[in-house]
């Protein structure tokens, strides 16, 4: 199979034979009888109308996103890809279970997947390493894009992914998938609509960062059948094979496969959800400075964020907010929230919660795979398009910064630069070996 991105020309694609039979239909006798669903109708959606979805890495997290997807009457999932081969046994089985079929095909090399020109679009999966120039090869390939966070390593990378978005013309939804998520949606909506007064201080839960240079002892390399820890590597710099990093998210930590000092793991969603209530979606920080358990940004508006370790926030509530929660305060109220779906407000608010439905909450995709879905269709932005993402991992990625050199910054969010600091300024890209490049 070629692996440009031109289509074989001798290719017939399942809707260019549809619209054939279309074409010839006064000079061809049809069949009397075409099933409804073929036609869309009942309900159904046609078969040429659906949305064909590839699958590029297959973990835990990609698991339940995809579970989300395979559920979408539009969508079909034609072929799935990992670099080890357990793994594209298992989600071929999810999907080939889920259709009631064995037509899902499997793929080693994820440039194969994306010379088929039948995959409108594609979600990446992998870890942290390959997310950004997964994307960029897929955007140049025609297809649309769902990445999972963190979707890039650096800030050069998410600048790259939005530059290349906007030139191909595809649509990307970044995976902080809490923007779909009802009860955040509703703290959110509460910063916005001035009931906290004017909003003073975000805090966002995030891990305690920590770097780490270190390799594990070189072990033999499975065959590549089994396993291509070459792919696997991909544009991080070579290291000697070894078991522990492939065991499920072993390579966490290690700074050659993590973004942002592992403050990207959970930072990529809170402080996304910050930036969207400071209404910052172009914009961010402007300074970021340590404290003993967290560290503190200050935007131009004069909102403090605060990045708080060991990934909690303060509470007034008493609820139990679960994972990756977030807190706004204003000068006349406050609110609360996270994974569980459970939200504390300022007691003068209650009854704005009166009303709050809970479609998704937590960990659920549901809504940010429909909403990535519906753009596909209409060509609109998502709810977390490249811009979103470059700004909201910006934030993210300074702050790591600010953590590493241990010191306090200034940042420029719209040149994505720091002022006057080319030690920090260097910290903003990194290379990706060879031969892989855009």
């Known amino acids: 199979m070629k692996l440009d991105d031109t289509p074989d020309a001798g290719h017939v694609s399942r809707r260019n034979f549809l619209k ?19 036609l869309g109708r009942g309900g159904a959606v046609a078969p040429s109308e659906k949305i064909g979805l590839g699958v590029i890495g297959m973990g835990s997290r990609c698991a339940v996103v995809l579970g989300s997807m395979l559920g979408e009457p539009d969508v079909r999932c034609l072929a799935v890809c990992d670099v080890k081969a357990d793994r594209r046994r298992s989600a071929k089985a999810m999907v080939d279970n889920r259709y009631g079929s064995t037509d899902c095909a499997t793929y080693g090399d994820f440039r194969e997947l994306l010379a088929r020109p039948d995959i409108d679009a594609v979600l ?60 955040f949606q509703k703290a959110v909506q509460l910063a916005h609509s001035g009931k906290l007064g004017k909003l003073r201080t975000m805090h966002a839960s995030v891990y ?42 072993g390579w966490q930590g290690y700074d050659d496969f993590t973004a942002g000092a592992n403050l990207m793991d959970w930072g990529a969603h809170t402080v996304d959800l ?26 131009a508006n004069g ?18 907010l679960g994972t990756c929660p977030v807190r706004f305060v204003g000068d006349e109220g406050w609110v609360e929230t ?30 940010h795979a429909r909403n ?31 953590w590493q050199l241990n010191r306090k910054l200034a940042f420029d969010p719209v040149k ?4 006057n600091d080319a030690e920090a300024n260097r910290l903003c890209s990194r290379a990706w070996r060879e031969p892989w490049r855009i």
């Open 20 to 38: 054939g039979l279309t074409a010839a239909a006064g000079a061809v006798m049809l069949p009397s009888f075409i099933p409804a669903p073929a």
């Open 208 to 249: 305690q960062p920590t770097i780490n240079f270190n390799w594990l002892p070189a072990e033999p390399e499975p065959p590549r059948e089994e396993l291509d820890w070459d792919l696997w590597l991909g544009p991080s710099p070579w290291r000697p094979f070894n078991h522990q990093y492939i065991n499920g998210r």
């Open 274 to 299: 910050c930036q969207w209530a400071n209404q910052a979606d172009d914009a961010g920080p402007i300074a970021y400075e340590l404290a003993s358990d967290k560290i503190v940004a200050r935007y």
């Open 416 to 419: 994505a630069e720091f002022i």
């Open 124 to 183: 990446i999966a992998t870890g942290d390493r390959w997310h950004a120039l997964a994307s960029i090869m897929a955007a140049r390939a025609g297809k649309d894009v769902y990445s999972e966070k963190p979707c890039g390593m650096n800030s050069a990378e998410c600048a790259l992914i939005e530059a290349t978005m906007r030139q191909c013309g595809r649509v990307y939804q970044g995976g902080t998938q809490r923007r779909s998520v009802a009860n």
């Open 372 to 402: 990535f879905f519906d753009c596909v269709k209409t060509r609109a932005a998502t709810v977390v398009n490249p811009t979103v993402i470059r700004h909201s991992h910006n934030a993210c990625f300074a702050a790591a910064i600010a």
């Open 303 to 320: 909102v403090i964020l605060e990045l708080n370790y060991e990934r909690r926030v303060p509470q007034e509530s008493q609820l139990n």
């Open 338 to 367: 996270g994974d569980t779906g459970e939200i504390g407000v300022h007691p003068a608010l209650r009854g704005e919660l009166r009303q709050m439905g809970r479609k998704h909450i937590g960990l659920d995709a549901g809504g």
